[in-house]
């Protein structure tokens, strides 16, 4: 069992040249980046496989992609959900998907496939960053 002093001069001594940081923006902009860039490529590839396939999934289902211009409070939680999944959501937004009014059933569960992609890849970023730090293994 690892001591409690232990950890905390771990973490106290954290990551040289920030790599904690570039490891939780990476790991945001690209889902998986910040694992790759600290070599856990098994970890890493399935993030970003996982991740990748559920926001397609949720823009093939003609999932709607929250706007930054919410006026209701769940809009603008969608939207901050949407925008966790990094540079997925200026390209596809940037291309006007999920902007098209919803026509089919599917599309409410698209809606949620892209908006939990994008909270697992924060999830994942942080995860990154703690291990970068020195917080987990």
Known sequence: MVQRSDRA????????GGLGYATLIA????????????KRWGR??????????MFILGILMQGKLYAPNAADL????????????GLMYFVAHGAGLGQAPVQVVTADYGAKFVVVAGLLNLISAVDAHNIAVGRKQ
């Open 44 to 53: 890493g590839l399935v993030i970003l496989g996982c991740i990748t396939c």
């Open 74 to 85: 769940l809009d603008l939680l969608g939207f901050l959900g949407d925008l966790g999944t």
């Open 27 to 38: 790991g945001w902009l690209i889902p998986g980046a910040g694992h790759l860039i600290l």
């Open 9 to 16: 001069a771990k973490a106290a001594a954290g990551a040289p």
